[in-house]
């Protein structure tokens, strides 16, 4: 099965006063699933001051749906290809995912400069959720009752918020980042076995926490550790709610150049702080340590 997507973008900026900055763009994106699709965007910034600025966005963007969504046709068959159970069957044309989204932010830098503050509201509108659901109708020998399984644009979800963050400079080689996100969400999407509507307001956690601090040494080596701390959710198809969890990781690179090409090796710690499950109990992220090397070449 093969899927070809073309994508064109364009933007524009225009300097409407030394303080009002006006960008707007578009990216047209053409595939053989949904046909064609235009993204644009429009973006507004107003300069209080060389080192404060206010903006406003709007934006509009679309998911195709994936080979599977659009051509799904697995089954346990016999040999003259008979379905003796049709697990999944896209059986109708899907529409894009669509999702708005409305933004109005500020940034500035304080007397201190090596203080800075991103502020941010959004709303989002996302339509044609494609959902999975099950479909009795669908032929097949066997006598399982459940059906099989297929898509449908049937759902939608309204998403609003604040994100702040924060940076702190105390040296040129040492970096804190400190960030904040309220999340607020309601919808709805249809949801399988059994076939009925089910809310998504709980697939979003409530409240995002994180804290970044990173620090270049004289030596070429780098050292970062990162904590977070999210609210509790629930996928859309998952039982189990998640919990509150925080995990922290750690990473150590050193830098050396080899002729011009630039060299990097890396040991990098995850989840410091023990395990920790995320979709449901059965998957389970634990402590692990591995090292990455990286060469860019010129």
Do not use: C
């Amino acid at each position: 099965i093969d899927t070809k997507l073309f994508r064109l973008f364009s933007d524009l900026e225009w300097r409407i006063q030394p303080d009002w900055i006006l960008n707007a763009g578009a990216m047209y994106e053409h595939n053989d699933i949904t046909g064609g699709n235009v993204s644009p965007r429009v973006a507004v910034n107003y300069h209080l001051s060389p080192a404060q600025t206010l903006r406003t966005s709007i934006s509009r963007a679309y998911r195709t749906p994936s080979d599977f969504e659009s051509r799904a046709d697995a089954a346990y068959r016999f040999s003259d290809g008979a379905a003796l159970d049709q697990l999944f069957k896209s059986t109708q044309s899907l529409a894009p995912e669509q999702i708005t989204a409305y933004e109005l932010g500020y940034l500035g830098q304080f007397s201190d400069p090596r203080v800075f503050v991103d502020l941010k509201v959004f709303h989002e509108e996302i339509r044609h959720i494609i959902a999975e659901y099950r479909d009795t109708s669908i032929p097949e020998l066997s006598t399982n009752p459940n059906g099989s399984k297929t898509f449908n644009n049937d759902g939608s979800a309204d998403v609003g918020g604040a994100e702040a963050q924060l940076k702190w400079f105390p040296t040129t080689r040492t970096q804190f980042v400190l960030a904040y996100a309220y999340t607020h969400q309601t919808g709805r999407t249809f949801h399988q076995v059994p076939n009925q509507y089910a809310a998504t307001d709980s697939s979003t956690p409530l409240h995002t926490r994180s804290l970044l601090a990173v620090h270049r040494f004289d030596s070429g080596i780098e050292g970062s550790l990162a904590y977070y701390k999210l609210g509790r959710f629930r996928f859309l198809e998952a039982r189990d709610y998640t919990g509150d969890y925080n995990t922290v990781d750690a990473r150590l690179a050193y830098r050396w150049r080899l002729g011009r090409e630039a060299m990097e090796i890396s040991l990098v710690g995850q989840n410091l702080t023990g395990d920790y499950y995320d979709y449901d109990h059965a998957r389970v992220f634990d402590k692990r340590y591995f090292v990455n090397l990286s060469l860019k070449l010129k």
